[in-house]
């Protein structure tokens, strides 16, 4: 392939604009705040779920309570009943008296159980509104952690996206000013040796690959017309001769 010298060097011009662009597009995609917001969002979704299980926790707790208030609602009935009965005489009969007895010390008994558990519901509700409190500050702080990273992000990428936006425009306007098949064949070779199709011959060494140029092929490209494309014969990508080649 030939190709003016000038378009050439040009060439060089462009492959720093699409290195740069492609520099700015990785930094777009490896940013700090990307990974920070991911694992905001993570521990959110974490909180919502443990939030939700403590609430559920804690309407299971509170009809468990009511279901044994009302136990103790009953009892405590019966014994007033009971001990009325006892203290208006309403019963003479002396085994039933004594069975009367016996039915309030079980129910004594029975209601002292049921306050006890009252307790340790009353206890165990404490412990998952407490839980649930610092679920809930937990939330406010990652939410508010979240939307700080969300704006460093949205910061970051305004600014990778103006720069990126000037160098597309010089890209298209030099592009357009390139010969055609030199253009395609800069982009063939960029797509399949990671952003670089073309890369100066500086001092005998292909800056592409970075390898020294062998003797014969240095003495062939002196002699080489300056409008061949010249290609490196380790990586095929176009070398551009200028005055540090050491030709
Ligand atoms: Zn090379």
Redesign the pocket.
């Known amino acids: 392939m030939n190709a003016a010298p000038e378009a050439q060097l040009r060439l060089l011009d462009l492959q720093e604009i699409d290195t740069a662009l492609d520099r700015l597009a990785h930094r777009r995609r490896t940013l700090p705040e990307l990974a920070e917001i991911e694992r905001h969002e993570a521990r959110l979704a974490e909180l919502r779920d443990l939030v939700v299980g403590a609430e559920t926790e804690l309407a299971d707790a509170d009809r468990e309570q009511r279901k044994v208030e009302n136990d103790v609602d009953v009892v405590t009935t019966r014994m007033a009943r009971d001990q009325q009965r006892l203290d208006t005489g309403a019963v003479s009969h002396a085994k039933e008296l004594e069975s009367l007895r016996h039915e309030l010390d079980s129910l004594a008994k029975r209601q002292g159980d049921l306050e006890e558990v009252v307790l340790e519901h009353m206890e165990r509700r404490e412990e998952i509104e407490t839980r649930l409190r610092g679920l809930r500050t937990e939330q406010e702080s990652v939410a508010t952690s979240l939307d700080a990273a969300v704006a460093a992000r949205d910061e970051s990428f305004a600014g990778i996206d103006a720069d990126a936006a000037g160098r597309t425009t010089d890209r298209a306007k030099l592009a357009g000013e390139l010969p055609e098949d030199l253009l395609a064949l800069y982009e063939k070779i960029r797509a399949s040796a990671g952003g670089q199709g073309a ?1 100066p011959l500086h001092r005998g060494q ?1 800056m ?2 970075r ?1 020294p140029l062998p003797p014969t092929e240095m003495s062939r490209f002196r002699t080489a017309p300056a409008d061949e494309v010249l290609r ?1 014969e ?2 095929r ?1 176009i070398l551009v001769r200028t005055p540090e080649s050491g030709l």
């Open positions: 890369a292909c592409g690959c390898l490196c380790e990586c990508r």
